[in-house]
């Protein structure tokens, strides 16, 4: 019983994420590119967990709220694993590995579906890279930026300073709120 209901809450989750199956070895995604025999190294490794499918997998990365880019090896025909990564496919080396198979986060209809939540303020001390740019110029810059979760942008120099931190992984009294000036912003999957 508890197998046929976490089974039931993955295909839900797998259709609120815009998973289509279109046979028995092809899976489309709104959300997700796939790629046959390619994997990743563990740099950037969320963690590992069990996955009867790819399709598990990939309601699995997309229920992680850092899961950019997972990869899964079946090991018979109804278990496998799944590695959970925190960094996109286009900031690591890939490899050929048989039998896997690397889901990501970055077609170009992946990157629309990401949406954004905004609030005045920033975070002082936990920028990782800066860049000169527009609003829209620095959520692109953080989607393509190693280990972004987050970005401050100050509109009065057009300054993007992206961060590997979000306002909810500390104590709110890190976070400095202000109106007009900076905004923080978190992209949600």
Known sequence: MAFTVLDLALVLLAINQGIHCRGVTEIASDI????????????NLLKVTAASSLLGCSAKCGAHVYCLTAVFK??????????????RKLNVETYLESSSVLLYKESID?????????????????????????????KEFCLQSRMCLSFDYD????RCMTSNVTREMFNPSIFVSQTGRSVHCVFNY
């Open 155 to 158: 509109p009065v120099y057009d």
């Open 74 to 87: 079946p090991e018979t025909d109804t278990t496998g694993l799944c590695a959970l990564h925190s960094t």
């Open 32 to 43: 997700f590119t796939f790629q046959r025999d390619l994997a990743i190294d563990n740099r």
């Open 110 to 138: 992946a990157l629309a579906a990401f949406s954004w939540e905004c609030v005045g303020g920033y975070i002082p001390k936990h920028n990782i890279f800066e860049k000169t740019t527009d609003l829209d110029g620095c």
